[in-house]
């Protein structure tokens, strides 16, 4: 009987917490579905109320990182000189939480397909993956990756190997 009981006590224990922290990770998840939102009806003063006062953009590319205050008025440059129109088509997200480690925390990843179509008429379709570090109730940092040659090309760029650049 004495086995029963703690089987039942682990059990509704068990459900317990998986129950919040199930409620929790739906929270990110519609944190991120509306900071995404807010890119796609570029709504700034959105954008900058999801992100936390010390969020840190990373990527896409190696280096490349971006502050709050810089991330927003990146975006309203962008839409005031390149992008007439954003819209992530068949979004997908998922929670997970690191335990330990250097990313330890309540990550949000976003897949989605992004078309952009620029203010030249142009467009381009990408495929990125972003994930989110979601604490308190606001994005602290992003990791960003796309393939920016590939945008290129459909935009009409050629690369082209410089010869003269000495990269030893």
Known sequence: M???IFLAVMITS???C???N???QNENIDLVKSYVQAVENLDFD???SFLDDNYLGIGPSYGDSIGKSDAVENWKWSVANLYEKIKYERSRFAAVTIADGDNKGDWVANWAELKIDYKDGGSAIILANTNYLIENGK???SLTFYNEADVLRQLGYIIILDENNDTE
């Open 14 to 16: 068990m459900l317990a």
């Open 46 to 48: 959105s954008m900058s």
């Open 139 to 141: 994005i602290v940092r």
């Open 18 to 20: 998986t129950s919040t």
């Open 22 to 24: 199930e409620k929790k």
């Open 2 to 4: 004495n086995k029963i």
